[in-house]
């Protein structure tokens, strides 16, 4: 991957985020997101998503390429890198279009099902990773997602690289005897 096009994806990201800002802070300010929606818990401002998210996407788009070089020296970036981004851009979108409409039960289990989909897909990737937060940032802020995307990857990588293969293995066992 170019540094030309990492460097417009992370401005592109930048942009976004800024763009949000701005927009909540001539519209009553911009918000505050408690953890877990309750009150007793700690807030995030979405100003430090300003920051974070930035930081967080010249990382990913450095950690993509640097696992892209080792398998594909190509300059461009491989179709399936930006369907799986632009697949989880959409489905953090969904969750975070369900959420403002107050269909609280639907994004629930949409992220419950992104355990199931780690049986399957490689959900702790870095472009699967940076999709579904910048989806979730318009609703959810810029902190609050990296904190709840940062352990559903664990969750998925456990789920990918150890309880799939045990369950193929097992499988193998069943119609080996």
Request: aromatic share 16%; glycine share 10%.
């Amino acid at each position: 991957m170019l540094l030309r096009t990492r460097l417009l994806i992370v401005g592109g990201v930048t942009l976004y985020v800024w763009a949000l800002l701005v927009w909540d802070y001539f519209h009553g300010g911009v918000p505050v997101h408690h953890f877990l929606a309750r009150e007793d818990m700690p807030a995030f401002s979405n100003w430090w998503g300003g920051l974070l998210l930035p930081l967080l996407t010249a990382f990913v788009t450095y950690r993509v390429r640097q696992r892209l070089a080792t398998t594909n020296p190509e300059t461009e970036i491989p179709t399936s890198v930006t369907l799986t981004f632009l697949s989880a851009l959409a489905y953090g979108g969904a969750i975070a279009f369900c959420f403002s409409l107050g269909v609280e039960d639907v994004p629930f289990y949409m992220l419950v099902a992104l355990i199931a989909f780690s049986l399957f897909f490689p959900i702790y990737r870095g472009e699967f990773f940076l999709g579904l937060i910048v989806g979730l940032t318009y609703t959810f802020g810029g902190v609050l997602p990296v904190i709840i995307v940062c352990l559903l990857c664990v969750i998925g990588l456990f789920s990918y690289k150890l309880v799939r293969p045990a369950a193929m293995w097992c499988v193998a066992q069943i119609r080996g005897k």
